[in-house]
């Protein structure tokens, strides 16, 4: 199973894709009536989708996976009582699978015979997404519920999340420790260091200092540098998450301490608390379907 994109509605969406594209540095797919596809270099037709709406909400976090994969997800989360709708997808790439809606309402999209794409060059262009982070009232509840409704596996646990995977990266999402349900935020996968480095001074070049970063996370041990866009949520350049074993042992909060004044493996910059608060708040979660039954998929579902 692998992440691809996450679709968000909002208002102001061309904006938000002009600043993606010509600051961010995503590459335009298509643009299909008032939603914006943008991709990386990479095979996946779209990393995120911005459709125009009167208010900000996630409208779904879609992965790619087997029909085997996906018998079993439809096994488990009928049993899990969660709620699901099997979907038809109507953005670039296809595919068919199911919608489920987690217990604090997180949306998760799981598909089948999505179309990919050739790559394309470009060395500071995304390859992909590497994870989604949610804010939770109660991350831990999340993590089991994840584990065994949809089979992730929780990687770690610190302070302030719980770091799940659905391969071999370390981690795909997360549920941070928050008080609320939420985006948190996206991570997109750079090529290497210095394509985070280049990001970092393209956007100081627009007068965008970090709001995190750079710095060396302990969990996954990825490079990040983490922004607040200006259409509202926080974005983060990222690399070189680990690769994990079947048998990796899940660490506690207590293996995941720093020195103090110390935040991350660096420790070199400083962290915007507040200004990041307030933007992991914009972006809540909104259903707009009715459960179903997994086994009657048509053409109307969504």
């Known amino acids: 199973m692998k992440l691809r994109s996450i679709e968000l509605s909002l208002p102001g969406a061309a904006e938000a894709a002009a600043f993606l594209t010509d600051i961010w540095g995503m590459a335009p797919a298509a ?7 943008l991709r990386g270099s990479g095979s996946f037709p779209y990393l995120v989708a911005l459709e125009e709406s009167a208010d900000c909400y996630v409208r779904s976090t879609t992965f790619v996976c087997t029909a085997d994969r996906l018998e079993q997800l439809k096994r488990s989360v009928s049993a899990a009582g969660l709620n699901a709708a099997p979907v038809v997808s109507k953005d670039l790439g296809g595919g068919h699978g199911i919608i489920v809606e987690l217990a604090e309402g997180e949306l998760l999209r799981f598909l089948v015979d999505a179309q990919e794409v050739a790559p394309i060059e470009g060395a500071d ?32 646990r610190t302070k302030g999340m719980v770091f799940v995977r659905c391969n071999d990266s370390h981690h795909s999402t997360a549920f941070a420790r928050a008080g609320i349900s939420s ?14 480095m280049r990001g970092i001074g393209r956007l100081r070049d627009q ?37 994990v074993p079947d048998d990796y042992q899940a660490g506690a909060p207590d293996d995941w301490t720093w020195p103090a004044r ?9 962290k915007d608390f507040d200004g990041l608060r307030a933007a992991e708040e914009k972006f809540r979660h ?11 998929l048509t053409e109307g579902n969504i």
């Open 125 to 156: 262009l995304p390859v992909k997404l590497t994870h989604v982070v949610f804010n939770s009232a109660d991350a831990e509840m999340t993590g089991h519920l994840v584990e065994d409704a949809l089979g992730f596996r929780v990687s770690d």
């Open 31 to 37: 643009v299909e009536g008032a939603t914006h596809y």
């Open 286 to 296: 909104r259903r707009d379907w009715e459960p179903r039954s997994l086994d009657v």
């Open 262 to 270: 110390r935040i991350d493996q660096w420790g070199m910059s400083d």
């Open 183 to 196: 985006l948190n935020h996206i991570a997109f996968e750079m090529e290497d260091l210095d394509a985070v």
């Open 207 to 243: 007068d965008m200092a970090p709001a995190w970063g750079p710095g060396r996370h302990g969990p996954g041990a990825n490079v990040f540098a983490y922004f607040i866009a200006p259409f509202g949520p926080v974005i983060e350049f990222s690399t070189a998450v680990n690769k």
